[in-house]
């Protein structure tokens, strides 16, 4: 949901903090506190008379409220970041540049899952059979790749199991 204040300009929750889109849970929760409490009503009772200015405060704080609520939330956090680029209000983050070769692996049957932990706690995730989809074959160890020559080097974004980051592998035959 974006808001929208008296000049029509449009403000998502990451403007209400003062934060940027890729901003970390501890970023967001240190621009809410400093924001509740230059907003809070009980923090400005008697400092303001003119009821105009005090109901702008009230909406300031509500505002404050409702962009904790869902920015402090990881599912909710995805939810809005989805809305907002549905709407175009928000450019792709890519949180890091990792190379195949730092991405742990496991090995399930006869598919290798390549993975890569998220600030969040969740995983970055890509399996041999979605590489192989793409035109790379990997070698026994799993680190090496073979591609035709206008494939290399390449890159693909992943988003995260859970939140809005994404990542760019970076995959080079040369390794």
Not at 37 to 45: A, G, V, W
Request: glycine share 6%; proline share 2%.
């Amino acid at each position: 949901m974006l808001l929208m204040d008296k000049n029509s300009i449009q403000r998502t929750h990451y403007d209400v903090l003062s934060v940027r889109e890729d901003a970390s849970y501890d970023e967001i929760r240190a621009a809410y506190r400093t924001a509740i409490l230059s907003s809070h009503p009980d923090k400005l009772h008697g400092k303001l008379d003119v009821s105009d200015l005090q109901h702008k405060q009230e909406e300031k704080f509500l505002d404050v409220q409702k962009a904790w609520e869902v920015l402090s939330d990881s599912k909710s956090r995805a939810n809005y970041d989805r809305e907002l680029q549905a709407c175009g209000q928000v450019v792709e983050v890519v949180y890091n540049e990792v190379e195949l070769g730092d991405m742990a692996m496991e090995t399930v049957g006869d598919v290798q899952e390549f993975f890569y932990q998220c600030r969040c706690g969740d995983y970055f995730l890509i399996t041999s059979l979605e590489l192989g989809e793409m035109g790379i074959s990997l070698h026994e160890n799993g680190v090496e790749v073979q591609t035709s020559a206008e494939l290399s080097p390449s890159s693909v974004l992943l988003p995260c199991g859970s939140c809005s980051l994404k990542i760019r592998l970076i995959i080079d035959a040369n390794h």
